[in-house]
T-cell receptor, first 112, second 112 residues
């Protein structure tokens, strides 16, 4: 198992439905971040949640963090076809504050 | 927001040649930049941390003589894939930190 495992690996839903992706990690972290990547493109930062936070919202995104279970979830509400992308969690463990360890990612497909 | 630019976006080269990829922070200075490698349908793997004015720090298993990193200024880091082989074909992504970590759009290298 690797730091930042995600499930499911692939998720296919209909437009308007909610999408939930989960991420688990193994070590202590400073923060956990979620990124989005469209096929063949760079990463777009979605949201950062610090280790002392439990929940955070940004628009249609809701992120939770459970440090006791070393897990996080990303919920996208009222999904749109344009949300189709790969979603990665990344954990920041160290003192550098920028050395991220990425999960394997969840490929989300939102069908119109 | 802050922008990180990579060039080229796509490059095709012959086996045995060297390829240079540039990563620029466009509107901020970055003493540290990060280089990642991503194989198809896989996650990002950190290759090295590029430090302005000093040697890069390579992750375990990454050949420093194969992947030369030069961080000559506060806005530019370069990754040179030397004597490229088909197995070096991959998507290379850089990142740089202002308050948060910003990623370039990536450079797809195909070695024939």
């Amino acid at each position: 198992s690797q730091q930042g495992e995600e499930d499911p690996q692939a998720l296919s839903i209909q437009e308007g439905e909610n999408a939930t992706m989960n991420c688990s990690y193994k070590t202590s972290i400073n923060n956990l971040q979620w990124y989005r990547q469209n096929s063949g493109r760079g990463l777009v930062h979605l949201i950062l949640i610090r280790s002392n936070e439990r929940e955070k919202h940004s628009g249609r995104l809701r992120v939770t963090l459970d440090t006791s279970k070393k897990s996080s979830s990303l919920l996208i509400t009222a999904s749109r076809a344009a949300d189709t992308a790969s979603y990665f969690c990344a954990t920041d463990e160290g003192t550098s504050g920028s050395r991220l360890t990425f999960g394997e990612g969840t490929q989300l497909t939102v069908n119109p | 927001g802050a922008v990180v630019s990579q060039h080229p976006s796509w490059v095709i080269c012959k086996s045995g040649t060297s390829v240079k990829i540039e990563c620029r922070s466009l509107d901020f200075q970055a003493t540290t930049m990060f280089w990642y490698r991503q194989f198809p349908k896989q996650s990002l793997m950190l290759m090295a941390t590029s430090n302005e004015g000093s040697k890069a720090t390579y992750e375990q298993g990454v050949e420093k003589d194969k992947f030369l990193i030069n961080h000559a200024s506060l806005t530019l880091s370069t990754l040179t894939v030397t004597s490229a082989h088909p197995e070096d074909s991959s998507f290379y992504i850089c990142s740089a930190r202002e308050e948060e970590l910003f990623f370039g759009e990536g450079s797809r290298l195909t070695v024939l």
